[in-house]
């Protein structure tokens, strides 16, 4: 079997001592293209083909034509900023500011308005796949070809003890600035979903 890669973004969170730094509004734009490009591919090796939506219907994914779901890099750069900060909350024990911000990211997202359904499953995707590199949930393994392969950990979360309170509070004033700035996650969203 291939060498175990655990992606670099997991370390990050692990080590949570870096916290202030990372969640800083600065660094969203110091996400290189390459880890952006990065974690893109791996979240379109977790997009499913066929994917059931909560009221029973079901959206097929083109997994042909990537062009066609993907979203510009700019884009994929603030749902992975949101997944950094979502992270961040699972790891201090946040489940309501958590829901919260994924929440206000895909509110945001259908307001646009320009997103077909098959894309905002890729965002969605890529916010997942965010949270589960920097929580430990996906390890990638280099195959004995070359390639990599993302593979889903069932492994527990990190230790919450490793938040402290100081970091606790300021994932907390973070995510509420981001869902304040938001649609309100009260009501249902408007936005429409081009077909």
């Not at 994914?61 to 993907?70: G, L, Q, W, Y």
């Not at 979360?157 to 509420?176: F, G, M, S, Y």
Request: glycine share 6%; with cysteine; net charge positive.
């Amino acid at each position: 079997m291939g060498k175990i890669w655990i992606a670099g973004m997991r370390a990050a969170a692990l080590g949570l001592g870096a916290l202030m730094m990372v969640l800083t509004p600065a660094n969203a734009q110091d996400i290189s293209e390459r880890a952006v490009k990065a974690f893109m591919d791996y979240a379109w090796s977790l997009t499913p083909a066929k994917f059931t939506k909560p009221d029973g219907t079901t959206v097929e994914i083109d997994k042909k034509d990537r062009s066609k779901i993907e979203v510009p890099l700019d884009t994929a750069r603030e749902v992975i900023k949101v997944g950094r900060l979502t992270a961040h909350a699972q790891i201090c024990e946040l489940p309501e500011d958590q829901v919260a911000n994924y929440r206000s990211l895909m509110r945001r997202e259908e307001a646009k308005g320009k997103w077909t359904e098959q894309q905002l499953i890729y965002i969605n995707q890529l916010h997942l796949t965010t949270v589960m590199l920097l929580t430990g949930k996906i390890r990638l393994v280099e195959k004995t070809d070359g390639g990599k392969e993302v593979v889903i950990d069932e492994k527990e979360a990190p230790d919450a003890n490793t938040c402290t309170d100081e970091q606790r509070k300021k994932v907390k004033e973070l995510i509420a600035a981001y869902v304040a700035t938001g649609p309100d996650l009260a009501e249902r969203s408007t936005g429409s979903v081009k077909k």
